[in-house]
């Protein structure tokens, strides 16, 4: 195993390690047990067991130490769930640039097809009457038409609703960036 394969497996251990311990800490086991620590550090002193001073020291630094070692953790997953709002901004901002460039790409389509039924409406007016093979051809050609209208139109619909998701998206990536502390 390569030094940069064991350094990256250290560190998903640590993630998970942490991760494990801010869960913990979050919980009502964690309250439970602080209560009870609490408690019986200030019940030794009645019980002339320690000295109130000695106990308010020892009490003093593990709760220092304790405060140290969570804040370092919370920034830790502070920093993560920054990691993932951003890479989470940047696919949102890639998927709205593709959607405008797939709506431009339909209009032009549109207008094409627009022109194309034009000149299909011009055509059958100068065709001959009697030649009954180009009037077929002319009426497929329209349905066509018709038909990739109702393609562009529904493809129109997805895209509006694409967007729309787009938006919640911002939406709620915007107020979780307002739930999670700034570093």
Do not use: C
């Given at each position: 195993?390569?030094?940069?394969?064991?350094?990256?497996?250290?560190?998903?251990?640590?993630?998970?390690?942490?991760?494990?311990?801010?869960?913990?800490?979050?919980?009502?086991?964690?309250?439970?047990?602080?209560?009870?620590?609490?408690?019986?550090?200030?019940?030794?002193?009645?019980?002339?067991?320690?000295?109130?001073?000695?106990?308010?020291?020892?009490?003093?630094?593990?709760?220092?130490?304790?405060?140290?070692?969570?804040?370092?953790?919370?920034?830790?997953?502070?920093?993560?769930?920054?990691?993932?709002?951003?890479?989470?901004?940047?696919?949102?901002?890639?998927?709205?640039?593709?959607?405008?460039?797939?709506?431009?790409?339909?209009?032009?389509?549109?207008?094409?097809?627009?022109?194309?039924?034009?000149?299909?409406?011009?055509?059958?007016?100068?065709?001959?009457?009697?030649?009954?093979?180009?009037?077929?051809?002319?009426?497929?050609?329209?349905?066509?038409?018709?038909?990739?209208?109702?393609?562009?139109?529904?493809?129109?619909?997805?895209?509006?609703?694409?967007?729309?998701?787009?938006?919640?998206?911002?939406?709620?990536?915007?107020?979780?960036?307002?739930k999670t502390p700034e570093n």
């Amino acid at each position: 195993m390569s030094r940069k394969e064991l350094r990256e497996r250290n560190i998903k251990f640590l993630e998970k390690v942490t991760d494990g311990v801010m869960w913990w800490i979050g919980s009502i086991p964690s309250l439970i047990v602080h209560s009870i620590v609490f408690i019986t550090a200030f019940l030794l002193p009645l019980f002339n067991i320690v000295s109130v001073d000695k106990m308010l020291l020892v009490l003093t630094t593990v709760l220092s130490l304790e405060a140290i070692y969570l804040a370092i953790f919370i920034q830790m997953s502070v920093n993560r769930s920054h990691e993932h709002i951003e890479d989470i901004r940047e696919d949102i901002e890639e998927i709205q640039d593709d959607i405008e460039e797939i709506s431009e790409d339909i209009e032009e389509i549109s207008v094409d097809i627009d022109d194309i039924q034009e000149d299909i409406e011009d055509i059958a007016e100068d065709e001959d009457e009697d030649d009954h093979n180009e009037r077929a051809k002319n009426v497929m050609l329209k349905s066509n038409v018709s038909s990739n209208k109702n393609d562009i139109k529904a493809l129109r619909e997805v895209i509006s609703q694409l967007q729309q998701q787009l938006e919640n998206l911002k939406k709620d990536d915007e107020k979780l960036e307002e739930k999670t502390p700034e570093n």
